[in-house]
């Protein structure tokens, strides 16, 4: 069973930086399309960024216009992770963030389906809270 898991949420004060980790056991995340998304208590589940992995290099990256050249999401094959680094934190960023897995990848297909706002996901993690907060 794979299982999705989040990390590096914590509270931090406005301005502040944060690098969220996603890893997914027995799973590979290499070829595959992985996306972070937030939640915010009493708003709609949010797209954040998304990432197709590929087999090596930097992988394909998109991100929301909310928070593109705040965010950035990245891949590291090696360590089979893939993480968000956040920086110019507001208090409008608290939220629950959430990882999630495709479980198709590896095709030309798969690639551009990644591209897609409509990107679906086969496997969630719990989320890690992130509180910006003076």
């Known amino acids: 069973q794979v299982q999705v898991v989040e990390s590096g949420g914590r509270e931090v004060q406005p301005g502040g930086s944060l690098r969220l980790s996603c890893t997914a056991s027995?799973?590979?995340?290499?070829?595959?399309?992985v996306g972070w998304f937030r939640q915010a208590p009493g708003k709609p589940r949010e797209r954040v960024a998304r990432?197709?992995?590929?087999?090596?290099?930097?992988?394909?990256?998109w991100h929301a216009d909310s928070v593109k050249a705040r965010f950035t999401i990245t891949t590291d094959n090696a360590k089979k992770t893939v993480y968000l680094q956040m920086s110019a934190l507001t208090p409008e960023d608290t939220a629950l963030y959430y990882c999630?897995?495709?479980?198709?990848?590896?095709?030309?297909?798969?690639?551009?389906?990644?591209?897609?706002?409509?990107?679906?996901?086969?496997?969630w993690g719990q989320g890690t809270q992130v509180t910006v907060s003076s």
């Open positions: 990432i197709y992995t590929g087999d090596t290099g930097a992988g394909i990256t």
């Open positions: 999630a897995v495709s479980r198709a990848g590896g095709t030309w297909s798969d690639l551009a389906r990644c591209s897609k706002e409509s990107a679906q996901f086969d496997y």
């Open positions: 027995g799973y590979d995340l290499r070829s595959k399309c």
